[in-house]
């Protein structure tokens, strides 16, 4: 009996692609060089310097089409300060700048309490400071009280004196000397103003006489 015939060798083109792809051990080689390709190019990277790979280079930004928008590019940069990267800076969602230095301040005095002995007195120092700066109506010595306090750093209006008003609210730093209200302060005055007048003459009338 002869022995059989030895299998024909065929390439990619000749055969199917199924029957190329399943001959014993190629699945193994593939994959085998597959892992190889994969732990040369994960070496190189490390070895790389991240500077070569634009580390330090800017975000281009581009449209749809791939061309570079000048215009946002530089907008990036003026705002971003001359190109140069800047900490980032983790935002704070639903609170604003006085929300977050009030906590701050609530933070500090409660590590500032932590911080002082268990046992309070009657003649503690700090305690003593804190109701010394209560304000209290009709205290002799509130203007005292008033002047010691610190000097806002807001600012203030520095235009012509405004119109006089009942409180003594002086106006804001954006007034432009305009008087819009309906002119009740002033009848207000005027009408203190005349009834003064007629109680002074009421009594230089009533003590002519004497």
């Known amino acids: 009996m002869p022995p059989p015939p030895a299998p024909e060798e065929r390439s ?4 199917s692609s199924t029957r190329s792809f399943s001959a ?3 699945h193994k080689k593939v994959s085998s060089e597959v892992a190889q390709l994969q732990a040369r190019q994960a070496a190189q990277l490390q070895a790389s310097d991240p500077t070569k790979l634009g580390a330090d280079k800017d975000t281009v930004y581009r449209d749809r089409k791939g061309r570079k928008l000048e215009m946002l590019n530089q907008m ?7 190109g140069k990267k800047k900490e ?5 969602w639903g609170t604003g700048l006085a929300q977050q230095r009030s906590k701050e301040e609530q933070r500090a005095f409660e590590r500032a309490e932590a911080a002082k002995p268990l046992a309070r007195y009657e003649n503690d120092a700090g305690r003593d400071q804190e109701m010394r700066g209560v304000e209290r109506w009709g205290d002799p010595m509130l203007g005292n009280l008033v002047a010691q306090k610190p000097k806002s750093n ?3 209006y520095r235009g012509p004196p405004p119109p006089p008003n009942r409180f003594n609210i002086q106006p804001g730093y954006r ?3 305009v008087d819009r209200s309906n002119g009740y302060e002033k009848k207000f005055f005027m009408a203190q103003a005349k009834a003064r007048s007629e109680a002074e003459q009421a009594h230089k009338w009533a003590v002519e006489d004497m």
């Open 12 to 15: 990619c083109d000749q055969g």
């Open 24 to 26: 014993p051990g190629l």
């Open 76 to 82: 990036v940069e003026q705002e971003g300060g001359g």
């Open 88 to 92: 980032p800076v983790e935002p704070t």
């Open 154 to 156: 807001l600012p203030k």
């Open 175 to 177: 007034w432009d000397g």
